[in-house]
């Protein structure tokens, strides 16, 4: 899970008539009881493009997945799926069709979330992606590849156990490893056009599991690796530019 940015609803369906037929469909969804029969069949011809407005469902998921590269907003696996509504549907049919309730999921995380959405005092403790920095609130430990967290951070630990975090380990540790590997050749005086090329494009936004790569940049594990990432950034300065991590990146190799 990395921290993501949701355009407004104004940009993504900028014509007036295609945001008043949303908001219709948006009324009429909210007069469905929890659980309804009529939920998955509405949402299936959202999505399918089917009644009067047509267009709406497949521009909105189309627009969701670019909101994530493509990939799961969740474990950031590649060629996310589905649509998957952050206040689920069965519970929440009136924020079946909200723009900013829906997310791009894998069929795993969809399927490990379900329904299960826990509260506190009427706030959501699942971690949202576009209102929170997942990085303030878990780690992804760089011998496991698995998820960390404070035993304290409730909201660590739902999103942790609805999202099955620890899936795909071993993909995110050869993601690691490639960094690694980019940071001890560049370490070593190896800077050319191709090796920074390459680089640049394991750290495109819309490559899988950048989550414990940031976490890695932002929190070296120990002394060496710290060396390591300050090295590789003090020689080719573009790495901050290249990354998410920003200007908290610029913080951290400084120090």
Partial sequence: MIRLT???LSTVLPDAAAQARLAARIAKAAKLPANAKKITSRWNSFVAGRGLDKSIGPTLCR???AVAWEKCASCEAPKAATVDHFWPKSLYPQR????DNLFPACRDCNSEKRAEFPLDAGRPV???PVDDE?????????????????PTDRRAQETHRGFAL???KAERLHKLSNLRGFFTLIERGERSATTLSLLRAELD?????????RSYLLFPPNDDEARLVRAAVAAVPDIVAWTAAGERLVGQVSK
């Avoid at 079946?96 to 723009?99: E, G, I, K, N, Q």
């Fill in 6 to 8: 949701r355009p407004p």
């Fill in 63 to 65: 627009a969701v997945r």
């Fill in 96 to 99: 079946m069709f909200v723009w």
């Fill in 126 to 128: 699942l971690l949202n």
């Fill in 134 to 150: 997942p990085l303030d609130h878990f780690r992804w430990d760089h011998v496991t590849g698995e998820c960390s967290y404070a």
């Fill in 166 to 168: 620890d899936r795909l």
């Fill in 205 to 213: 936004p819309t490559r899988p599991y950048l989550g414990i790569v």
